[in-house]
């Protein structure tokens, strides 16, 4: 199996699978002389960890990074940098009963198909559990970027319930079990995904990303795209769906007028946008406003209520997925998706000093 990379300058490459005896990446590129420690990774790994609520799957694992390679008495070396998060809660019997069987929704048949043969332990490589990797390196792109940079996510709407945007407040997304924004919201949410965890099945879920203090010129045309790369990486992400930049896919409902973001100088040089319905990027390359982006998670495949489906002896058989599952997997995406973000800035961030190493991270324009 090939593409277990992304990145080009800032490149990760993912190993391992779901019920092995560990998962762990390798982040190739990263500048020396970043302090970097496992302290630095894990409270990000912590996010997204299994377990810590009754709406995420029960299975126990701490999560525990630990880095192998690449470091030096805190520092980054330059070199490739290894790290490992080992599996301790695994329940291969719960998969049992679907061995020669293929899930609807999962990538069990696709997966057989192409390659023959498949880890029916919980997914394998396909399985959810490999996006702890990516944060992990997320953590380490965050790093790159430096301080400056602020990213940040949210989940605004999962199933038929949404959020009241009146009532966004991002220091809300912490203190609730679903990374909500909008503290009106959680009852309600909370109500309907105990009612549908008891029915045995899921729900799908919106997740908003937005990186704000990103220096202007990220990005290039025409097929190194900042949002397309940004595209690409979240629809590499576990059940997504759908993505959109900025207004997205309800630009298309906005005249020539509405849509267009205004510009006025501002008093130290700095164009000031108006608004900001492009998402922080224009042709491919970011403008230094937030850069904003949605994608879509679909309902958690994995679910209790029998459906139709054929095993790989080509025989019609009903399905049901036992073991212990997200009911909403866009809960624990959203710090996959902050990760996902990050990497690819960074990325952007280190081919724009290799192109155009003097140019300023806020460019201004003359006066008169």
Known sequence: ?????????????????SHGPAIGGVVDGCPAGIALTEADIQPFLDKRR???????TQRQEADEVRLLSGVFEGLTTGTPISFIIENTDQRSRDYGDIKDRFRPG?????????????????????????TAVRVAAGAIARKVLGAGVTIRGAMVSMGPLGIDRARFDWASVDGNPFFCPDPGAV???EEKLAATRKAGSSLGAVVELVAEGVPVGLGAPLYGKLDADLAAALMSINAV?????????????LDGEGNADEMRMGPDGEVEFLSNHAGGVLGGISTGQPVVARFAVKPTSSILVPRQSVDRFGEDVEVLTKGRHDPCVGIRAVPVGEAMLACVLADHLLRQRAQNPDAPLRPRLPRN
């Open 187 to 189: 009852a309600a949410w």
């Open 50 to 56: 299994p377990g810590q609520s009754k709406f995420v």
């Open 241 to 253: 769906k759908g993505v959109e930049i900025g207004e997205g896919f309800a630009s298309a409902t």
């Open 1 to 17: 199996m090939s593409h277990n990379s992304f990145g080009h300058l800032f490149r990760v490459t993912s190993w391992g699978e």
């Open 106 to 130: 999962h990538a069990d048949l696709a997966y057989h198909l192409k390659y023959g043969v498949r880890d029916y332990r919980g997914g394998g490589r396909s399985s959810a559990r490999e």
